[in-house]
């Protein structure tokens, strides 16, 4: 099973920047897509960024345009860059890693298709 590690959460205002990173480890295959979900109090957890396995990616319509997923295979590590942030994005953030071969776009909306998680890191945005 893959174990993932969280990090660069914080608190910045609103229209501020961050960058997210999740270490990786314990994995052979190469064969694995790769998630952030978040989930801010009392919501439900929200698909924010994948890229399958094909290399595909996909973003939710809430973040579209101002977050942006990728990864260093030599790293291990998966990043979130997030830009424009609003109070809205203020949440718990997850990453994520599974091996079913599924469409991007369909891995936003199935956190139960995913075998591993990290234990989240706070993200808040102030106005």
């Known amino acids: 099973q893959v174990h993932l590690v969280e990090s660069g959460g914080g608190s910045v205002q609103s229209g501020g920047s961050l960058r997210l990173a999740c270490a990786a480890s314990g994995y052979t295959s190469g064969r694995i897509s790769w998630a952030w979900f978040r989930q801010g109090l009392g919501k439900e957890r929200e698909g924010v960024a994948v890229i399958d396995i094909a290399g595909g990616i996909a973003y939710g319509d809430a973040v579209k345009g101002r977050f942006t997923i990728s990864r260093d295979n030599a790293k291990n590590t998966l990043y979130l860059q997030m830009a424009s942030l609003e109070p809205e994005d203020t949440a718990m953030y997850f990453c994520?890693?599974?091996?079913?071969?599924?469409?991007?776009?369909?891995?936003?909306?199935?956190?139960?298709?995913?075998?591993?998680w990290g234990q989240g890191i706070q993200v808040t945005v102030s106005s």
């Open positions: 994520a890693a599974g091996s079913r071969n599924i469409q991007a776009w369909i891995l936003l909306e199935r956190p139960d298709a995913y075998d591993s």
